[in-house]
Each structure stands twice: as structure tokens, then as C-alpha cells.
């Protein structure tokens, strides 16, 4: 994988290009005792979700210029198998898969810690429960995307067992409101 994949931002046209890699796990076996901690996604959730992904990604998508309603849109969240970790009724951190019937394989997405839980191994016990869950469950192959700029994100799945097997470029609009700023 190539370091520090640029993000090109094309304000004549109005378009933004950034580079995502695609990863699969390619680690051992794992078990978790989280699940009983965490909560399946209902509607009733969706706000906080929001939120909390917002507070999470907003620099990521200002950088990217790129709108945080579209980037958790109700629709997709609920046809996605989400798992949401509240402690003391306040969200800590989520995942989701997806089973992706095209490329027939299980996406992990949306792994968020709320920045006050941020460097206290949620994330990696969150990956940790979900690919055990998928392996438990004979789904495989699991793959996940994140945008190459996300230096952490691209470590924590590395360190986890995941390799890079692609990379692509997206483009989209330049959007208005871009974190909500």
C-alpha cells in the first residue's frame, strides 16, 4: 500500500477524488465475550449513531469535503447488521457488516469510538467480536474499506490481521455544510 495517498479536490469542476483500500482479514481464529455488551441498531438509535459518528469522523470529512448526513444515511444503517456499545447510557463505539451479495464477502463498516473512549481498546474488541461472530457463523471472506488517508484506521486493521488485496479511487460532489460547518 502506498503512504499518504492524496485527496484531490477539483473546486472548478466541484468534484473531490480520494483513494480507499480494501482489506480482508487474513489473521487466525478469534472468540470474544462482548456481545452480551452490546446492542442490536433500532430505529430509536439512530440519532445518537449520528452523533457520534459525526463527532468521530468530522475531520476526516471536512478533509474529504464531504457531507456527514450522506455518510450515515437511515436507509443504509438499517439494512446493515449494526452492533452498538453503550456504557453508563452513553454510545462508546459501534460496528456493522454487510453481507455483500455482489463480491460475495461480509463488510465490516463504520467502526467508531466516541473520542472521549478513543485509546482504551474499544476498537480492537469491537473488531475482535465481529470477526469472531462472522467466523462463528461461516461468513467469509471478510473485507472492510477505509480511505487510505486514515492512518489509524488503516493501522488498527493492520495490526488485527487485515492485508490490503485493492485500492480504488472515489469521486464525488464537493457538498455545502461540509461538517456541519
Known sequence: MKANYPIRIDEENGNVYAWF???????GAVTSDLEPKLTLFEDKYYDIYQKVGNDIFIDLFHKMHSNIRQFFPFDEVQKCETYLWFENDELVGSIRIYNNKEENCYEIGRVMVAPQSQGKGYGTKLLNFIVAKLQQTHRTPIVVTVAACNDNAVKLYEKFGFVPVSEEME???????????
Open 171 to 181: 469521486e464525488w460532489k464537493i457538498e455545502g455544510d461540509i461538517g456541519g460547518k
Open 21 to 27: 483500500t480494501r482489506m480482508e482479514y487474513r489473521g
